[in-house]
T-cell receptor, first 115, second 115 residues
Framework: AQKVTQAQTEISVVEKEDVTLDCVYETRDTTYYLFWYKQPPSGELVFLIR????DEQNEISGRYSWNFQKSTSSFNFTITASQVVDSAVYFC????????????WGAGTKLIIKP | ETGVTQTPRHLVMGMTNKKSLKCEQHLGHNAMYWYKQSAKKPLELMFV???????ENNSVPSRFSPECPNSSHLFLHLHTLQPEDSALYLC??????????????FGNGTRLTVT
């Protein structure tokens, strides 16, 4: 069975703090893809990153960074020097052959950045 | 206009009404999706269309009826809904002609309330 777990339902930090959002996944496939999406209050989900299972290099994009660790089946997302505009719900998702590449979504983590 | 546009943004309907949700994408993508987002639940995939053909239907009740007249437009026809159908309905598109691994591009959603 395939599953994505985002154990943190809600995180609240003060602006400029660093924050890490956890994502743990389960799959028996050796080929799979992991995604992060952001959902601001306006409603639309915005794609942030896609990673395939053969590329464990960490990725950095500005204040955002992602740590992919196959050994722990985790794909964590860190925001450095958080800003109020980062407040949103963040979703981790998995697609693999076993689910016909249908996205399996985590429940989401609501991130609140206080000024 | 660019991206994925959904109308209306908000809809309140009685259980005996018939209404339709509309989605339009201006990205030249081949696949379009309907998702349901309920509070405290992962996103639920409802329907997928690839090149105007339905390729996935995740056991959605027949009171939801999709229509894809061309690759740029997607409708969700609603009739005799139940209060538990109240949710945010999200439309998305992707370049792949099916359930591929390309990122999804989402609209802002329609907030549906069934009274």
């Amino acid at each position: 069975a395939q599953k994505v777990t985002q154990a943190q339902t809600e995180i609240s930090v003060v602006e400029k703090e660093d924050v890490t959002l956890d994502c743990v996944y389960e799959t028996r496939d050796t080929t799979y893809y992991l995604f992060w999406y952001k959902q601001p209050p306006s409603g639309e989900l915005v794609f942030l990153i896609r990673r395939n299972s053969f590329d464990e290099q960490n990725e950095i994009s500005g204040r955002y960074s992602w740590n992919f660790q196959k050994s722990t089946s985790s794909f964590n997302f860190t925001i450095t020097a958080s800003q109020v505009v980062d407040s949103a719900v963040y979703f981790c998702a998995l697609s693999a052959v076993d689910s016909n590449y249908q996205l399996i979504w985590g429940a989401g983590t609501k991130l609140i950045i206080k000024p | 206009e660019t991206g994925v546009t959904q109308t209306p943004r908000h809809l309140v309907m009685g259980m005996t009404n018939k209404k339709s949700l509309k989605c339009e994408q201006h990205l030249g993508h081949n696949a379009m999706y309907w998702y349901k987002q309920s509070a405290k639940k992962p996103l639920e995939l409802m329907f997928v269309y690839s090149l105007e053909e339905r390729v996935e239907n995740n056991s959605v009740p027949s009171r939801f009826s999709p229509e894809c007249p061309n690759s740029s437009h997607l409708f969700l026809h609603l009739h005799t809904l139940q209060p538990e159908d109240s949710a945010l309905y999200l439309c998305a598109s992707s370049p792949d002609g099916g359930l591929g691994n390309s990122p999804l591009h989402f609209g802002n959603g329609t907030r549906l309330t069934v009274t």
